[in-house]
């Protein structure tokens, strides 16, 4: 839908480009009809009907659907630059595209830990009410004038809101990119919880969550076209001209149309109808009434609109400077707060809070919804929590340095608790055995599950069964000597064995025909030989490392 946007204002573009080289000076619209116009109009209405001399058909030959696009987006229809009911439906197009972009604005106050964009997206919306305001205060005695400053700002304001703020978001990510490795080129920023939650986070925002999300991020851009249409419409030059006559004594006559507004003019029989009527006098003072203070309404409107936006930024903004959570890197700042900390990324760490393992309660002053990362640390005795499951929103959850007691079935890496999750670290974490709490079914998000500078002496042979297929599996710095032949099952991309105390495979000449591991890693170890099937025709290892032995 964006690129059907986008492509839109290309043709308008280019219908632009063509009016100027044909004008040859710049031109915003022609006299006749524009490219778009006509397109629309030729498809939609039989060709017979289109004289020579008329550069838009009338009402009484064009066909239903060229009728409506006339009545509706011609110069004068209803969204038109010269309609009477301008005033009227910019302003329910101003609630709309204002609606949408505080639905955005409170999207980014719970998404965003950013203090800076959140100031940014909330400073583009409350000039954009205000401005709004201040222009139909100030320039209502000059219509034209108000018409061409609104459609102006309005499509700066939304250009600003919709492509600026997502672009600053997201060309930092681009050029932290190797597209020609297609990794990070700072492999570490996946490994960084606070950077790896902002990123996903930030993109969460930019792209479409939902199909009313959607709606909301596509009712600017249309506004976006919309007003830089009518604008043209309006710097654009007027259809009559002058022509001199050759003949010196002639003078060229002009019809003059009275406005549309004067039409009633002469006929008092119709108000007097109107008004002599008691049931419809009622309605007629009503309507008279609302169209005298619809400016004061509209004004009164997105002056208190602004106000509140602004009024409930600052109470977010003076709420999460007085948040005390211990070990919290990164916090939102959400509008409307639950009585729970927004923290995105957490290091829990036992020996700062003086502990041994987070207990159920641990947990219970944190807004799970918000919580993106959890790295657990130093933590002696750990015993996991059955609220880690509770914790829905998760990206990233780290285990460091830690002793693990007891990590069960009920407090587990969940296929429906966690269903955002994509990694699993564990690192210099002692174990008496393969922790249940991962053999579990695991999200189907999950990409990695890495353990390094671990105690396992053997893994499960059944791991192949439990986890689902993942772009990497890990188990490196350890002090493993022998993998079981079902590991080399497993659905995995990379399969990382580096650094542990293997000598041999064997189980590699177990291999079935036709199995195939896309990447093997089996640098830093102490390998004295590899099973002679390797060297076969049809190798079912498409890489593999085994540079640096020792």
Same mark, same amino acid.
């Given at each position: 839908?964006?690129?059907?946007?986008?492509?839109?204002?290309?043709?308008?573009?280019?219908?632009?480009?063509?009016?100027?080289?044909?004008?040859r000076?710049?031109?915003?619209r022609?006299?006749?009809?524009?490219?778009i116009?006509?397109?629309?109009?030729k498809?939609?209405?039989?060709?017979?009907?289109?004289?020579?001399?008329?550069?838009?058909?009338?009402?009484?030959?064009?066909?239903? %659907?060229?009728?409506?696009?006339?009545?509706?987006?011609?110069?004068k229809?209803i969204?038109g630059?010269?309609s !009477?009911? %301008?005033?009227?439906?910019?302003a329910?197009?101003?609630?709309? !595209?204002?609606?949408?972009?505080?639905?955005q604005?409170?999207?980014?106050?719970?998404?965003?830990?950013?203090?800076?964009?959140?100031?940014?997206?909330v400073?583009l919306?409350?000039?954009?009410?205000?401005?709004?305001?201040?222009?139909q205060?100030?320039?209502?005695?000059?219509?034209?004038?108000e018409?061409?400053?609104?459609?102006?700002?309005?499509?700066?304001?939304?250009?600003?809101?919709?492509?600026?703020?997502?672009?600053?978001?997201?060309?930092p990510?681009?050029? /932290?990119?190797?597209?020609?490795?297609?990794? %990070?080129?700072?492999p570490?920023?996946?490994?960084?919880?606070?950077?790896?939650?902002?990123m996903?986070? !930030?993109?969460?925002l930019?792209?479409?969550?939902?199909?009313?999300?959607?709606?909301?991020?596509?009712i600017?851009?249309?506004?976006?076209?919309?007003?830089?249409?009518?604008?043209?419409?309006?710097?654009?030059?007027?259809?009559?001209?002058?022509?001199?006559?050759?003949?010196?004594?002639?003078i060229?006559?002009?019809?003059?149309?009275?406005?549309?507004?004067?039409?009633?003019?002469?006929?008092?029989?119709?108000v007097?109808?109107?008004?002599?009527?008691?049931?419809?006098?009622?309605?007629?003072?009503?309507?008279?009434a609302?169209?005298?203070?619809?400016?004061v309404?509209?004004?009164?409107?997105?002056?208190?609109?602004?106000?509140i936006?602004?009024?409930?930024?600052?109470?977010?903004?003076?709420?999460?400077?007085?948040?005390?959570?211990?070990?919290?890197?990164?916090?939102?700042?959400?509008? %409307?707060?639950?009585?729970?900390?927004?923290?995105?990324?957490?290091?829990y760490?036992?020996?700062?809070r003086?502990?041994?393992?987070?207990?159920?309660?641990?947990?219970?002053?944190?807004?799970h919804?918000?919580? /993106?990362?959890? /790295?657990?640390?130093?933590?002696?005795?750990?015993?996991?929590?059955?609220?880690?499951q509770?914790?829905?929103?998760?990206?990233?959850?780290?285990?460091?340095?830690?002793?693990i007691?007891?990590?069960?079935?009920?407090?587990?890496?969940?296929?429906? /608790?966690?269903?955002?999750?994509?990694?699993?670290?564990?690192?210099?974490?002692?174990?008496?055995e393969?922790?249940?709490?991962?053999?579990?079914?695991?999200p189907?998000?999950?990409?990695?599950v890495?353990?390094?500078?671990?105690?396992?002496?053997?893994?499960?042979?059944?791991?192949?069964v439990?986890w689902?297929?993942?772009?990497?599996i890990?188990?490196e710095?350890?002090?493993l000597?022998?993998i079981?032949y079902?590991?080399?099952?497993?659905?995995?991309?990379t399969l990382?064995?580096?650094g542990?105390?293997? !000598?041999?495979?064997?189980t590699?000449?177990m291999?079935?025909?036709?199995?195939?591991?896309?990447?093997?890693?089996l640098?830093?170890?102490?390998?004295?030989?590899?099973?002679?099937?390797l060297?076969?025709p049809?190798?079912?290892?498409?890489?593999?490392?085994?540079?640096?032995?020792?």
């Amino acid at each position: 839908m964006f690129g059907i946007i986008g492509g839109m204002h290309a043709l308008q573009v280019l219908n632009i480009l063509i009016m100027s080289i044909r004008a040859r000076r710049i031109t915003l619209r022609s006299e006749g009809s524009n490219m778009i116009q006509t397109l629309v109009v030729k498809r939609m209405m039989p060709s017979r009907f289109v004289t020579r001399n008329s550069s838009q058909p009338t009402s009484r030959t064009t066909g239903p %659907f060229a009728y409506i696009w006339i009545n509706v987006f011609s110069r004068k229809g209803i969204f038109g630059v010269e309609s !009477e009911h %301008f005033s009227t439906v910019f302003a329910v197009r101003e609630v709309l !595209e204002a609606s949408s972009q505080t639905y955005q604005a409170y999207r980014a106050s719970n998404l965003l830990p950013r203090a800076g964009m959140n100031a940014l997206i909330v400073g583009l919306l409350v000039t954009n009410c205000w401005t709004t305001a201040g222009i139909q205060l100030f320039l209502r005695k000059s219509p034209a004038l108000e018409r061409v400053v609104t459609l102006t700002y309005d499509a700066l304001l939304s250009f600003g809101m919709m492509i600026v703020v997502p672009l600053i978001i997201f060309i930092p990510y681009i050029e /932290a990119f190797n597209f020609e490795y297609s990794i %990070f080129k700072n492999p570490d920023v996946l490994y960084d919880p606070v950077p790896l939650a902002t990123m996903v986070l !930030e993109n969460r925002l930019i792209f479409a969550s939902s199909l009313f999300d959607f709606a909301t991020k596509l009712i600017p851009q249309l506004s976006i076209f919309l007003s830089l249409v009518t604008v043209s419409e309006l710097l654009g030059r007027s259809d009559v001209k002058v022509i001199p006559s050759t003949n010196r004594h002639s003078i060229q006559s002009v019809a003059v149309k009275p406005k549309a507004g004067s039409d009633g003019i002469g006929k008092p029989s119709e108000v007097d109808k109107t008004i002599g009527n008691p049931k419809n006098s009622g309605q007629f003072a009503s309507l008279r009434a609302l169209h005298k203070w619809k400016h004061v309404i509209a004004i009164v409107l997105f002056i208190l609109w602004g106000t509140i936006i602004l009024l409930l930024h600052g109470l977010a903004a003076q709420r999460a400077a007085n948040y005390e959570v211990i070990g919290c890197r990164a916090v939102t700042r959400p509008w %409307f707060s639950n009585g729970k900390e927004p923290c995105s990324s957490l290091v829990y760490d036992c020996h700062a809070r003086n502990t041994t393992s987070p207990d159920g309660s641990s947990f219970d002053k944190l807004d799970h919804v918000t919580l /993106a990362t959890l /790295a657990i640390a130093h933590c002696p005795e750990l015993k996991m929590p059955p609220d880690f499951q509770r914790l829905e929103n998760l990206v990233m959850f780290h285990l460091y340095n830690s002793t693990i007691v007891n990590w069960d079935a009920e407090s587990s890496v969940s296929a429906t /608790a966690h269903t955002r999750l994509l990694s699993v670290l564990v690192g210099k974490t002692q174990m008496a055995e393969f922790p249940v709490g991962l053999l579990q079914p695991l999200p189907a998000s999950l990409m990695s599950v890495q353990f390094s500078q671990t105690n396992l002496t053997k893994l499960p042979d059944d791991l192949y069964v439990r986890w689902h297929a993942m772009a990497m599996i890990s188990f490196e710095n350890g002090i493993l000597t022998e993998i079981p032949y079902q590991m080399f099952f497993s659905p995995v991309y990379t399969l990382s064995l580096m650094g542990n105390r293997i !000598e041999t495979l064997p189980t590699l000449a177990m291999m079935p025909p036709g199995m195939i591991i896309p990447e093997l890693r089996l640098t830093h170890n102490p390998l004295r030989e590899l099973p002679a099937a390797l060297m076969a025709p049809d190798p079912f290892i498409m890489s593999l490392n085994v540079q640096i032995l020792r």
